[in-house]
């Protein structure tokens, strides 16, 4: 992983802290996440009239994750619905790499040497680590959709890795992914709530379509990324979002930093810098 691509996803991680925060609106989560998830979609389209189609090699990988991202759009609505995000996000976000590595050695056969297997490791015990610092009691149901949640991160990271790399053209992946993806949660929504429920989301329409630019151009880095540089390295380096969330709630939103949170942000911060250092090797 070369630098330019290193600071790249890690720009991508703040952008995708910061969409994440927006799911929180004071409006129902999926009606948040089908608000963001259709800005992504316009955005997507736009991009697709400059960019074209991707390969048909792909097409089989889009139909996965955008199937997948459905699943991962309601996992995460139902998680934040029973559970607080300062637990939900950092159990999501933190299972998720370690899931992603098993897979990748398993089906992509990228090669990672043991410095940056262990990076993904440390960067993930971190990221579990802040969840439970902040939570005095586990709910087991936010714990379970958090971890459904994983999975469902673990299944779209390794298709849109793969289905970019047959695509020839990432940009035009990215593009049809998110018109896919926002199309696919859309339709969910219409079928199940109706017209009037969509009508909700006028008050949160403008910083949900802030989340929803931010979450594309987040994305958009890490399918690019992943065609130049091991999926699960990409991956893992993208769920360092949460020590840019931790950063901002302690710095800008004064939250106390408890302990255990300040030794869970260093775990990520040694895990980022084994990673880093394993591109060396």
């Known amino acids: ?3 330019t691509v290193f600071l790249a996803v890690l720009a991508a991680a703040a952008l995708h802290a910061g969409w994440n925060a927006v799911v929180k609106l004071r409006v129902e989560p999926l009606l948040a996440i089908v608000l963001i998830n259709g800005s992504c979609a316009v955005l997507g389209l736009v991009v697709l009239l400059f960019s074209g189609f991707p390969a048909r090699e792909a097409w089989g990988w889009l139909a996965l994750s955008g199937g997948v991202h459905l699943l991962y759009g309601l996992a995460l609505a139902e998680a934040y619905r029973v559970g607080d995000m300062g637990f939900v996000y950092p159990v999501a976000r933190g299972a998720a790499p370690m899931m992603t590595l098993i897979g990748s050695l398993i089906f992509v056969g990228d090669p990672l040497p043991p410095l940056a297997i262990a990076g993904i490791v ?3 015990s971190g990221i579990a680590l802040m969840a439970f610092s902040r939570a005095s009691i586990v709910d087991g149901r936010a714990l379970l959709f958090a971890l459904l949640t994983a999975c469902t991160i673990t299944l779209y990271t390794i298709a849109d890795g793969l289905g970019a790399r ?8 990215a593009a049809a992914m998110f018109v ?3 199309g696919f949660l859309l339709l969910y929504t219409l079928a199940t709530r109706g017209v009037d429920w969509l009508k909700q989301a006028r008050p949160a329409l403008i910083p949900g379509m802030a989340g929803g630019a931010m979450g594309f151009v987040a994305y958009w880095i890490v399918i690019w990324a992943m065609t130049v540089a091991p999926i699960a390295l990409v991956a893992a380096l993208r769920e360092s979002s949460i020590l840019f969330a931790t950063l901002i709630a302690i710095f800008v939103l004064k939250e106390k930093a408890v302990p255990l ?3 869970a942000a260093l775990f990520i911060v040694v895990g980022i810098v084994l990673m880093r250092m394993a591109t060396f090797i």
Not at 166 to 173: D, L, R
């Open 1 to 3: 992983m070369s630098l």
């Open 122 to 124: 440390v960067l993930g």
């Open 166 to 173: 047959a695509s020839g053209n990432p940009h035009a992946y």
């Open 180 to 182: 896919l993806d926002g």
């Open 261 to 263: 949170r300040i030794a």
